[in-house]
Each structure stands twice: as structure tokens, then as C-alpha cells.
């Protein structure tokens, strides 16, 4: 293959798996509204309870400093959201695929260009002069003796010309 496929089909790839990955960790807050908050907490010492409006915006009952603030996760969870990856396995999965089909493409453009690199053997036949068995041989420039693989008898193969244009 030449090196420019090489380059097209690796620039496509990689285009297809930053476009999944920005499909899985985009963020849809102009998609849905804002939801409703569930805690009330207190950044300074930790107190959460559930969310009550007529409790929003007023001083913390334990620390008695701070005004608690509304929030949609619990602090006492790590007050962070699952990972996109959690909210969406088939996304996942297609990012996955799209990296082993990638894999797989640029391992078959290796191998081709690997078995195109060495050059094709010519093989030629001729009958064998004891058993006529059709023996096949490897096209060499120059004549040399070879084996019948089933009666064993030696026996000398001319020399290969330059290769006929069909």
C-alpha cells in the first residue's frame, strides 16, 4: 500500500474515535432543563440533609456560620457525577469497536505491505523420469539437481529463463 492510504485510513480513524468520544462526554445542559436540587449542605462543615425550600438559603443549624446551598448530588457520595462512560455503555462499546477496527485495519495494511515487499517465487513442474510424478521446483537463474519427493530419484532442472509477459 502506498503511504498516503496509510495516512487517510489513520486520519479517518482517528476522526472516528474523537467524534465518538465527544459524542459520549458532551454535555446536554442546553438539551434539558436544570433539574430540581435534592440536598441542602454546608461547605464549611459538611452538614447535608434532604432538600427543603424553606430551608434554602438559611444558616447552617450545626455551624451556625455558614448559609447551607442546594445541590443536585450528595456531598456525602463525593458530590460527583457517574462518568459519561457509566451513563452510556453503548457509547462505550462503539468507541471500542471503532479502535479495534482501526487496530485491525492498520495491522492488515502492515501485513500486505510486509508480503508485498519480498518478491513473488516463480515455481515451475516437470514430470518425474521414473515415477511422472509432477514435481514442482523454485525458478532459479541457474540449472541444479533436485529430489523427487516420492521415488527419491536426483534429477537435473534446467535453468528459468526471463518471466513471458502474458
Known sequence: MKRQTVVIVVGLGGVLVAGSTFLVYRQD????????????????CQYERPYDPQFEGKLCPRCRTTLLEASRESIRAGGRKLPALRRSPIAFGLIVLTGLLLAANLYHLWRSRKANDKPE???????CIKCR??????AKPIARKILCPTCRVEF??????PPVPP
Open 156 to 161: 537435473t532442472v534446467p535453468a528459468a529463463g
Open 133 to 138: 510424478r509432477r514435481v514442482r521446483y523454485e
Open 121 to 127: 517465487n516463480l515455481y515451475l513442474y516437470l514430470r
Open 29 to 44: 445542559t442546553e438539551d434539558a432543563p436544570a433539574p430540581p436540587p435534592t440536598f441542602l449542605h454546608c461547605p464549611k
